[in-house]
């Protein structure tokens, strides 16, 4: 069993930076590859980035290349989103997740792929 909590959303005008956090609960974290996953109202839950349990590969939409950084911390069970260079349109609530298991290709883009997800943690961007 894994709990997960954010922390580090907020308001911040575009073109600022903010790092989310996701603190875990139990001793296997090192052992979960994390995510993070992003929903806006109306809108089907966005994947954002994903670091394997070793923290050896990473992966991000698109969308956040370049601008988004995600880490974590496996002594610390902490995994981190470092977000530069904001946009209005990253403006979202954030959530993080765990997944102990890797299904291959580009699973990790998928919410169903995850087995513990945090309760979300609102970024907004003001233009």
């Known amino acids: 069993q894994v709990h997960l909590v954010e922390s580090g959303g907020g308001l911040v005008q575009a073109g600022g930076s903010l790092r989310l956090s996701c603190a875990a609960s139990?001793?296997?974290?090192?052992?979960?590859?994390m995510a993070w996953f992003r929903q806006t109202p109306g809108k089907e839950r966005e994947f954002v980035a994903a670091i394997m349990w070793s923290g050896g590969s990473t992966y991000y939409a698109d969308s956040v290349k370049g601008r988004f950084t995600i880490s974590r911390d496996n002594p610390q069970n902490t995994v981190y989103l470092l977000m530069n260079s904001l946009k209005p349109e990253d403006t979202a609530v954030y959530y993080c997740?765990?997944?102990?298991?890797?299904?291959?290709?580009?699973?990790?883009?998928?919410?169903?792929?995850?087995?513990?997800w945090g309760q979300g943690t609102q970024v907004t961007v003001s233009s």
């Open positions: 997740a765990a997944s102990h298991s890797y299904s291959g290709g580009i699973s990790y883009t998928r919410g169903s792929e995850y087995d513990y």
């Open positions: 139990g001793r296997t974290f090192s052992m979960y590859h």
